[in-house]
C-alpha cells in the first residue's frame, strides 16, 4: 500500500496512526509524520515505528495520501512548496473549522481534499466521524478514507453544508456529555452521596445506557419509557427535566456551537 503522511503528530494523529497499525490497515514503514517545534513526531515516530521527517519534501514524496492533523491556526504555517509537493495526493484534513474552499487553497493540486470532523472520544477508538469531499470519491479513495478515519471510531458521510451541524452535534457533543456526568455527580451529592461514588454512579450510568441503546436499537424515548412506571421515581425525576425544558435547553446549545462553527468557518 502506498504511503500515508501525516501533517502533525499530536494527539488526534496518534489516535489515528494506533489505530491503522492495530487494524492492519498500514505497516509502519508506510507511514510517515512531521510535526512543528515540540516533540511530537520524534515521540510518536519512536512509540509505533513510523518515519519522521521534518523535511516536506521527504515527508510528500512517496505519499499517496496525506491526513492533515496540526492545529487550524497552524495552516498558513506551511510553506507555499507544499501546493506542489502535494500534486496529486489525496488529502484528509480533520481541522475543526476548516473549509474545503480554504484547504483547496492549501493544496490546489491535490486529488481530492476531505474535510473530517471528528470527535474526542475518536482517541480511544470510540468516536464518530462525519466527512465531505470536494469531488465525488471514487472507490479506492473513499475505501481509503473510511480504512483511515475507522482508527478513530464509526464514519459517516455527510455534505459540506451539514458539518456545521455536525460540529455541534458531534463534535462539542463530547463536552456536554462530559457536564451531564459532572451534574448528575453533583446532584448525587447534594442527594447524600461520596463524590466518589455519586461520580461512579453517573459515568457508568452514562455509558452503561448508551451501551443498552446500541445492543437494543429501540428510540431513547422507548427505551425512557420501559423504566418509567406510572407513579415511579423516574416519572418524578424525568417531570422536573420536561419543566425545566431540559429538550429547549440542548436545542439552544446545539444551534449555539453550530453558529460559531460557521462564524470560526467565515475566519
Ligand atoms: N482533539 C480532538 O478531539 C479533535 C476533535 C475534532 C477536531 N480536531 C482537530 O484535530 C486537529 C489536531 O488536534 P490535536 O488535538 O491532535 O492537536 P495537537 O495535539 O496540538 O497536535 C497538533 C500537531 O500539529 C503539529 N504542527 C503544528 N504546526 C505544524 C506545522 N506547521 N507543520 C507540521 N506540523 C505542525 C504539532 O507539532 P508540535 O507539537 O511539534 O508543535 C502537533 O504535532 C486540530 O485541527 C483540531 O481542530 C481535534
Given amino acids: 500500500m502506498a504511503k500515508i503522511a501525516f501533517i502533525g503528530a499530536g494527539r488526534m494523529a496518534s489516535a489515528i496512526v494506533a489505530g491503522l497499525l492495530r487494524h492492519r490497515v498500514a505497516e509502519a514503514g508506510?507511514?510517515?509524520?512531521?510535526?512543528?517545534?515540540?516533540?511530537?513526531?520524534?515521540?510518536?515516530?519512536?512509540?509505533?515505528?513510523?518515519?519522521?521527517t521534518q523535511d516536506l519534501h521527504e515527508l510528500l514524496s512517496d505519499a499517496d495520501t496525506v491526513v492533515l492533523?496540526?492545529?487550524?491556526?497552524?495552516?498558513?504555517?506551511?510553506?507555499?512548496?507544499?501546493?506542489?509537493?502535494?500534486?496529486?495526493?489525496?488529502?484528509?484534513?480533520?481541522?475543526?473549522?476548516?473549509?474545503?474552499?480554504?484547504?483547496?487553497?492549501?493544496?490546489?493540486?491535490?486529488?481530492?481534499?476531505?474535510?473530517?470532523?471528528?470527535?474526542?472520544?475518536?482517541?480511544?477508538?470510540?468516536?464518530?466521524?462525519?466527512y465531505a469531499s470536494a469531488d465525488e470519491l471514487g472507490h479506492e479513495d473513499d475505501q481509503m478514507v473510511k480504512s483511515i478515519l475507522d482508527a478513530l471510531g464509526e464514519t459517516v458521510p455527510v455534505t459540506e453544508d451539514q458539518i456545521d451541524a455536525v460540529t455541534g452535534v458531534s463534535g462539542s457533543g463530547p463536552a456536554y456529555v462530559f457536564e451531564f456526568i459532572a451534574a448528575l455527580r453533583d446532584a448525587g451529592v447534594a442527594a447524600g452521596l461520596e463524590e466518589e461514588l455519586s461520580y461512579r454512579l453517573a459515568l457508568n450510568t452514562v455509558s452503561g445506557a448508551a451501551e443498552l441503546l446500541k445492543v437494543v436499537p429501540e428510540t431513547p424515548e422507548t427505551h425512557r419509557e420501559w423504566v418509567s412506571s406510572p407513579g415511579g421515581t423516574t416519572l418524578a425525576g424525568l417531570a422536573v427535566m420536561e419543566e425545566a425544558g431540559f429538550r429547549d435547553i440542548m436545542q439552544r446549545t446545539v444551534l449555539a456551537a453550530k453558529r460559531r462553527a460557521e462564524e470560526l468557518a467565515q475566519g
Fill in 30 to 52: 508506510q507511514i510517515i509524520c512531521t510535526s512543528a517545534a515540540d516533540n511530537t513526531g520524534p515521540e510518536l515516530a519512536q512509540k509505533t515505528g513510523i518515519g519522521y
Fill in 69 to 130: 492533523a496540526c492545529k487550524p491556526q497552524q495552516l498558513g504555517q506551511l510553506g507555499p512548496e507544499v501546493a506542489e509537493l502535494s500534486r496529486k495526493r489525496l488529502i484528509i484534513s480533520i481541522l475543526a473549522g476548516t473549509p474545503i474552499a480554504r484547504l483547496q487553497q492549501v493544496f490546489p493540486e491535490a486529488r481530492n481534499v476531505v474535510r473530517a470532523m471528528p470527535n474526542t472520544p475518536g482517541q480511544v477508538g470510540a468516536g464518530i466521524t462525519a
